[in-house]
Every structure is written in structure tokens, then in C-alpha cells.
């Protein structure tokens, strides 16, 4: 396997800043098409770092020069080009790198067939270890500076990528797979193991540098009631750790989950019977919610991973965009690798766009009429995301007191980017063209906490 290898630079004594056509949400644009309240754009703009990587300023080059002596400050010229804050994935299973795009099957025989085999690889350390640099590497190449993160039911797989993350100064949040039935016996764990592992996990990791810990029990295929009390006595126990689980993706595993608790009200309620639903919590899919599951999620304030790429691939469904929005639900957008198609969230907020035009009906409700605006997107990506996670103090804006995790876009990048841009009058038509036409290609540099991260890939 190649072995990425990633670093930050080492920063001067001056302090930065960086100019260029700076962007991002400042609240959550619904559906208006220019929702002028909710979001900053300085065409030229400049953002003033920290020594410490945190952001001390942000406005028009002609305010900031006004009230700051920049004199003493290194100031990176990226003018022509966009400074974002670094997109938030919210849903991923770093060990599925190796198996994105295999062909032809839905969820259960999906996982069967590729994903729990190769997950089986992470009994051993070296192959969790390689495999985080690649998947952390592809990460920020991507312009995706955190992401929630599944690992395997190895805790060795979880002490290898926040191992790896805190090298980066990334800020990940993870969790050890729990899975206790109806799954490959050397991929299963017990409700007591899978409970002191977790633990074990969150005592060593959980607020160390800037790394969170998500209990992670698979999905309620995949755990036994034994092991989803387990998992509430540890969501209990931490009053800021994280929660983690599918929910609702594929018709025939909601049938499946009906067989295995026959008495539940709902596939959602079952999570709920057992206390794993709050503040915090992330549900992942959701494609097959009912009004009442998504009522449940709205009151008990938790939030639900769209995974776009991942429905498309495994032919799951349409995610009900409209019903989320109405329903009020915190939302966010997660690439699901590796049943998601790519790592970049364009490419996320491309097929996103996709499934919501899909359910357009001009006929009925005005609801039905709504279209997923370029603002709600990268809204969905940036402090939509960090909404949802409870982490919008510190990152998904470029707001002053922010932790400095932000990107540089090339609007240019591509021949057709070029092209498309020169047609693309408003800031609206030039998000939307971003969005839909740019990949990794587009991000030009990445800062983690304020100092530029660097590729190198060799083959050692
Ligand atoms: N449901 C339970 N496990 C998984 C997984 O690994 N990928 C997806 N897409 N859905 C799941
Ligand atoms: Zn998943």
C-alpha cells in the first residue's frame, strides 16, 4: 500500500494572516435563495490567525487594515481564490477505504460481502495504521478538516486513527465499533468487552489535544439489547461524549430489525427504548424515516447524517430532505465511505442537490417545491455540521475565537471550472458552480489550526 505521508508546516515566529474572497454561514439559510442574513462574503478579505491557530479577526481588507497593525504579520496573498471554513463529514468508516466502489449488491449483502472482510484486517495494527494515514490524507486533500469516524470493533483501530489524528492536530471524533451478533465471529465483541474497550478508549483519548470519543454501536442488526444497555451506561456516564449508529438506510435491514424486536414501535424507537437518543447523538440515513421517527429525533434534539453518494451507490433511497426541514432536524451531510462513492463533500453536496431534485413536485405542498440552495449546502458541510456535533463554539465559521481549520478554493481550477466561472454573476451561481463541478482538484491549501498542511506520497 502507499504510505501518505502528512504534515503541517512549522510556523515562524510572526503571526498570519490570509487575504483572498473570504465566505462562510453565519445561521441557517432554509431555503431562501439569497438569504443575506446568514452569511459573511468579503470579496476581498483578510483572516487574522492567532499565534495559537485560533482566529482573532475576519473582515474586508480595507476594515481589518484599519483597526490592526499587520506590520508585524505574515500576509499569505490568496487573492482570485475562496477562504472557506474546512468542511465537517459527518458519517465515514475510515476502514473502508479499501472498498469503496465495489459492484452490486445493497446494504446486507454489501456488508457481507465486502465491508466485514475487509474490516477484519484491523485485527492487525501496522494495517490500521497505514490505513489511517491514508484515510486522514484523503481527508484534508479533500478540504475535510473533521469528521465523525466509525472504526472497527478492534480497539486498536481507534487508538491508530486518533494515533494518526493527533500527529495532524486534527479535530476527529471516533469510537470503536461495537457488534455483538449477526455478524462474522472474529468481527464480534461482547456487551462487557465492547463496554471496558469504549471505556478504556474515552479515558485515553476523549479531550486529548483536540480528539472526541463517539460510542459506536453498529446498528440494532448488529447489537444485542444487552449491548445497547451497555452503550446507554456509557452515554450516561460521559456528559460530552458522542453517539453514533445507522438508522433506517435499507428496506430489507428496517425488515430485519422488526424480526429482531418485534415489540418496538419503530426501528428509531428501539434506540430511543434503550436511552441513545439526545444531545450529541448522530443518527446516520434515515432514508426510510416515518413522520413520527422524525418527530422523535426533532424533540429529543439529535441529529442525522445525510449520506447522499452512499443511498445513490446501494441504491438505499431517496433521503426525504423536505420532511427533515420541516421537522426542523439538525442536519448534516456524511460521505459514508466506503459505501459513499468519494471523500469530497462537493461531490456530497452535488449528489445531495441531486436527490432533492429528484422529489421536486410542482403540484402539491410549497414543500415540495424546495430545492437545496448552494447557501444550504455548504451550510450543511461547514456549521451545519458543527451545529449538529455541538461543536459551532470552535469550528464551522470563520468567526473570531474560532478554532483556524479552513480552506483555499481555486474557482479555476479545472478548464470547465474556468469556463463556467465566467458565465457565474452572482456569489449564489458562483457557489452553486463550486459545488457542483469541483473536486479535490479545487483545494488549493488546507489549515489545521492555523498552519498549512502538506502532502507527501511515497511508496515505503
Ligand atoms: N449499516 C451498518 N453498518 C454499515 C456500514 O458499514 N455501512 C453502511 N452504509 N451502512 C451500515
Ligand atoms: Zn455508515
Same mark, same amino acid.
Given at each position: 500500500?502507499?504510505?501518505?505521508?502528512?504534515?503541517?508546516?512549522?510556523?515562524?515566529?510572526?503571526?498570519?494572516?490570509?487575504?483572498?474572497?473570504?465566505?462562510?454561514?453565519?445561521?441557517?439559510?432554509?431555503?431562501?435563495?439569497? !438569504?443575506?442574513?446568514?452569511?459573511?462574503?468579503?470579496?476581498?478579505?483578510?483572516?487574522?490567525?492567532? %499565534?495559537?491557530?485560533?482566529?482573532?479577526?475576519?473582515?474586508?481588507?480595507?476594515?481589518?487594515?484599519?483597526?490592526? $497593525?499587520?506590520?508585524?504579520?505574515?500576509?499569505?496573498?490568496?487573492?482570485?481564490?475562496?477562504?472557506l471554513?474546512?468542511f465537517?463529514?459527518?458519517?465515514?468508516?475510515?476502514?473502508?477505504?479499501?472498498i469503496?466502489?465495489?459492484?452490486?449488491?445493497?446494504?446486507?449483502?454489501?456488508?457481507? $460481502?465486502?465491508?466485514?472482510?475487509?474490516?477484519?484486517?484491523?485485527?492487525?495494527?501496522a494495517?490500521?495504521?497505514?490505513?489511517?494515514?491514508?484515510?486522514l490524507?484523503?481527508?484534508?486533500?479533500?478540504?475535510?478538516?473533521?469528521?465523525?469516524?466509525?472504526?472497527?470493533?478492534?480497539?486498536?483501530?481507534?487508538?491508530?486513527l486518533?494515533?494518526?489524528?493527533?500527529?495532524?492536530?486534527?479535530?476527529?471524533?471516533?469510537?470503536?465499533?461495537?457488534?455483538?451478533?449477526? &455478524?462474522?465471529?472474529?468481527?464480534?465483541?461482547?456487551?462487557?468487552?465492547?463496554?471496558?474497550?469504549?471505556?478504556?478508549?474515552?479515558?485515553?483519548? $476523549? %479531550?486529548?489535544?483536540?480528539?472526541?470519543?463517539?460510542?459506536? !454501536?453498529? +446498528?440494532?442488526?448488529?447489537?444485542?439489547?444487552?449491548?445497547?444497555?451497555?452503550?446507554? @451506561?456509557?452515554?450516561?456516564?460521559?456528559?460530552?461524549?458522542f453517539?453514533?449508529?445507522?438508522?433506517?438506510? %435499507?428496506?430489507?435491514?428496517?425488515?430485519?430489525?422488526k424480526?429482531?424486536?418485534?415489540?418496538?414501535?419503530?426501528?428509531?424507537?428501539?434506540?430511543?427504548? +434503550?436511552?441513545?437518543?439526545?444531545?450529541?447523538?448522530?443518527?446516520? $440515513?434515515?432514508?426510510?424515516?416515518?413522520?413520527?421517527?422524525?418527530?422523535?429525533?426533532?424533540?429529543?434534539?439529535?441529529?442525522?447524517s +445525510?449520506? !447522499?453518494?452512499?443511498?445513490l451507490?446501494?441504491?438505499?433511497?431517496?433521503?426525504? +430532505?423536505?420532511? &427533515?426541514?420541516?421537522? @426542523?432536524?439538525?442536519?448534516?451531510?456524511?460521505?459514508?465511505?466506503?459505501?459513499?462513492?468519494?471523500?469530497?463533500?462537493?461531490?456530497?453536496?452535488?449528489?445531495?442537490?441531486?436527490?432533492?431534485?429528484?422529489?421536486?413536485?410542482?403540484?402539491?405542498s410549497?414543500?415540495?417545491?424546495?430545492?437545496?440552495?448552494?447557501? @444550504?449546502a455548504?451550510?450543511?458541510?461547514?456549521?451545519?455540521?458543527?451545529?449538529?456535533?455541538?461543536?459551532?463554539?470552535?469550528?464551522?465559521?470563520?468567526? !473570531?475565537?474560532?478554532?483556524?481549520?479552513?480552506?483555499?478554493?481555486?474557482?479555476?481550477?479545472?478548464?470547465?471550472?474556468?469556463?463556467?466561472?465566467?458565465?457565474?454573476?452572482?456569489?449564489?451561481?458562483?457557489?452553486?458552480?463550486?459545488?457542483?463541478?469541483?473536486?479535490?482538484?479545487?483545494?488549493? &491549501?488546507?489549515?489545521?489550526?492555523?498552519?498549512?498542511?502538506?502532502?507527501?506520497?511515497?511508496?515505503?
Open positions: 500500500m502507499q504510505n501518505p505521508k502528512s504534515a503541517l508546516e512549522i510556523t515562524g515566529d510572526k503571526p498570519k494572516a490570509v487575504r483572498g474572497a473570504i465566505f462562510f454561514l453565519t445561521n441557517d439559510p432554509g431555503s431562501e435563495s439569497d !438569504p443575506l442574513s446568514c452569511y459573511q462574503f468579503y470579496d476581498d478579505g483578510i483572516l487574522v490567525l492567532q %499565534n495559537d491557530g485560533h482566529i482573532l479577526d475576519v473582515g474586508s481588507t480595507i476594515q481589518i487594515r484599519a483597526k490592526h $497593525h499587520l506590520e508585524s504579520h505574515e500576509i499569505i496573498d490568496f487573492s482570485g481564490k475562496f477562504i471554513p474546512g465537517i463529514d459527518t458519517h465515514t468508516h475510515y476502514a473502508q477505504s479499501e469503496i466502489a465495489t459492484y452490486g449488491e445493497q446494504l446486507v449483502q454489501w456488508l457481507e $460481502h465486502y465491508a466485514y472482510p475487509v474490516e477484519s484486517q484491523f485485527a492487525d495494527n494495517h490500521a495504521q497505514l490505513a489511517s494515514r491514508f484515510f490524507n484523503e481527508l484534508l486533500r479533500n478540504g475535510t478538516t473533521t469528521a465523525l469516524v466509525f472504526g472497527t470493533v478492534h480497539k486498536a483501530s481507534i487508538d491508530a486518533f494515533a494518526e489524528s493527533e500527529k495532524l492536530n486534527m479535530r476527529i471524533i471516533g469510537g470503536k465499533v461495537m457488534m455483538d451478533r449477526n &455478524a462474522p465471529v472474529d468481527l464480534l465483541d461482547t456487551p462487557e468487552t465492547a463496554y471496558t474497550d469504549s471505556k478504556t478508549l474515552i479515558e485515553a483519548w $476523549h %479531550n486529548k489535544g483536540r480528539i472526541q470519543y463517539a460510542i459506536t !454501536p453498529r +446498528f440494532a442488526v448488529t447489537s444485542s439489547p444487552e449491548q445497547l444497555v451497555a452503550a446507554a @451506561k456509557l452515554y450516561e456516564e460521559y456528559d460530552d461524549v453517539l453514533q449508529t445507522h438508522v433506517a438506510e %435499507n428496506l430489507n435491514e428496517v425488515a430485519l430489525v424480526q429482531l424486536f418485534p415489540k418496538a414501535e419503530s426501528y428509531l424507537h428501539i434506540y430511543d427504548n +434503550f436511552g441513545l437518543i439526545g444531545p450529541r447523538t448522530v443518527y446516520v $440515513h434515515g432514508v426510510h424515516l416515518t413522520d413520527d421517527e422524525f418527530d422523535l429525533l426533532a424533540r429529543k434534539n439529535a441529529a442525522l +445525510f449520506c !447522499p453518494t452512499s443511498n451507490f446501494l441504491g438505499s433511497g431517496l433521503f426525504n +430532505f423536505r420532511k &427533515a426541514e420541516h421537522h @426542523k432536524i439538525q442536519l448534516s451531510l456524511g460521505t459514508d465511505i466506503g459505501a459513499g462513492t468519494s471523500y469530497s463533500m462537493f461531490q456530497t453536496m452535488n449528489e445531495a442537490y441531486k436527490v432533492v431534485q429528484l422529489q421536486k413536485t410542482y403540484a402539491e410549497p414543500e415540495n417545491k424546495i430545492t437545496l440552495t448552494p447557501y @444550504k455548504f451550510y450543511l458541510a461547514t456549521l451545519g455540521a458543527a451545529r449538529a456535533l455541538n461543536i459551532d463554539k470552535k469550528l464551522g465559521s470563520l468567526a !473570531p475565537g474560532m478554532e483556524g481549520d479552513f480552506i483555499v478554493l481555486n474557482p479555476e481550477a479545472t478548464p470547465l471550472l474556468r469556463f463556467r466561472m465566467q458565465n457565474a454573476r452572482s456569489l449564489a451561481d458562483r457557489l452553486f458552480t463550486i459545488m457542483m463541478l469541483a473536486d479535490d482538484r479545487a483545494v488549493y &491549501a488546507v489549515y489545521v489550526m492555523g498552519r498549512r498542511w502538506t502532502e507527501k506520497t511515497t511508496n515505503d
